[in-house]
């Protein structure tokens, strides 16, 4: 997979999400890809990137302003390239179980974007962290870690395959690939 190159951008405020992010591009770089990990706020330009994931942490069923701002900001460039989409948030023990649809917000950026795939992950509650909304969720016992990093690393391997085939695949249609590697003879 050389010269593929993938960028694993995230909105977090208490670091779960960001360590989710950082799962993830780790699980792509032992797949061979050469891949960025960074804040969406540091993310200057997505043009050197074959595939974006862009991951969030959900509050109330909102996605962080910040990553909303970043799909509508790159929205053009992203629209020319494979983008994948995470959120974390469930609790509770049955966190994994929870299938999440996207924000409707978010679901009319992917569907303009042609998401590849987005995935809800379970996320983090740390005691005494966060305003009142966590302190009622800690109240209800819910403190706790509900990330489940095997369905993680699950998700970025297909990740990994998928975008790679598209790549290879768009790269050898467009000639840009030597005919042997290409398919020719």
């Known amino acids: 997979m050389e010269d593929l190159r993938i960028l694993v951008a995230y909105a977090s405020v208490h670091g779960s999400t960001a360590e ?10 032992r797949a ?3 891949v960025d990990v960074l804040p969406v706020a540091e993310v200057q330009s997505v043009s050197d990137y074959d ?4 991951g969030s942490a959900v509050y109330g069923g909102r996605w962080r302003k910040d990553a909303y701002d970043f799909l509508e900001k790159f929205a053009l460039n992203l629209s020319r390239k494979d983008v994948w989409l995470f959120q974390s948030g469930p609790l509770g023990h049955s966190a994994q179980y929870i299938v ?3 924000p409707s917000n978010m679901a009319a950026l992917a ?3 042609h998401v590849k795939g987005a995935a809800t992950f379970g996320g983090r509650l740390q005691s005494g962290v966060g305003g ?3 302190r ?3 109240r209800a016992g819910l403190v706790g870690d509900y990330r489940d990093f095997t369905e993680i690393r699950l998700w970025a391997e297909d990740v990994a395959r998928t975008t790679a085939m598209h790549v290879v695949t768009g790269r050898s249609a467009r000639g840009d690939l030597p005919l042997a590697v290409a398919g020719g003879k």
Do not use: H, K, M
Not at 20 to 29: E, N, Q, V
């Open 20 to 29: 989710i992010a950082r799962s993830i591009s780790l699980t792509l770089a």
């Open 32 to 34: 061979g890809i050469d």
């Open 51 to 54: 595939a974006v994931v862009l």
């Open 100 to 102: 999440r649809a996207l």
């Open 111 to 113: 569907q303009y974007l």
């Open 132 to 134: 009142p909304v966590a």
């Open 136 to 138: 009622f969720l800690e």
